[in-house]
């Protein structure tokens, strides 16, 4: 095949998937509002059953809905014949995947999924299949034709399984009020965690360059080539008067003034860009990226506490 017939082929496979989805938007209707309704008001959790590709659609599934705030479970239909049932509890609520509906360890489950838990809902794209029977609520998930060239691969019905698994998800966020922070705290080790929770003290600077407002050129240079950032802070017991940065001290070494009269309070710039070490590290970014600067001044109760710097914060995926 050639480059064009490669890309002719994906974009057809690519346009039968998205008119499958079409299709499926456009047959929605009270049947996924029930299950919507029937997941949402359930003391218990979702358990998710699937075999073969489907399982693997149930996995991301049940990824998905446990991170946006509906607790959920996926049980594989095979393992679940050999003793795995025993994790569905009554005010579970089950749904099963299948494709055909007539999987031979779907059809042997069916009557205890129904019997254990509280409701059983159906994915399907065959609508007089067993599970169809047996479901108490059906999802229909029936595809014209698969993308696949020989129309046989689950490519369109998983696309559609997945698009469906989708929509619960964010149906059962928003009935459960599901925000940012609730988010956040189940992904506390990921960029979008430390977005919208890490705090500004979190990633402080090691180093703590500062001197005192009649410290000597000498010792602002060494402050400042001793630390990484090129910055120190002046400061009055611990009370911050104002920054020193390598640029500070060229623009003084380029000037015709004597230095050995100079103190810190001579070359500062006063009232420096600050940030309280409890505020989210996110702000002190905004900062950062508005003013322009590298480094940020961290304060405890307005008093010095640290350096933040961006490129720290770029690293740990800041932004």
Known sequence: MNTQEILNLAKQALAIEIAELENLKNRLDSEFVRAVEIINKSSGKL????????AHVGNKMVATLNSTGTPSQFLHASEAIH???????KSDVVLCISNSGNSPEIVTLLPFLKEYSSALIGM???SKSRLAESADVILDTYVEKEACPIKLAPTSSTTLQMALGDALAVCLMELNGFKENDF????????LGKNLTAKVEQFLSPQKPQVSENSSVRDIIISVSGSKHGITVVTDHDEII??????????MLMS?????????KDIMSKNPKSIDKRMLAKEAMQILKDKNIGQLIVTEENKYF???DIHRLLDEGIN
Request: charged letters at 20%.
């Open 124 to 126: 399907t794209g065959n």
């Open 242 to 251: 104002g920054v020193i940065t390598d640029g500070d001290l060229r623009r």
């Open 47 to 54: 358990i998710v059953v699937g075999i073969g590709k489907s």
């Open 306 to 308: 640290g350096i933040i």
């Open 256 to 264: 015709d003034q004597d230095f050995s009269k100079l103190t810190a």
């Open 83 to 89: 003793g795995d049932l025993g994790v569905i509890q």
């Open 184 to 191: 956040a705290k189940f992904h506390p080790g990921g960029s």
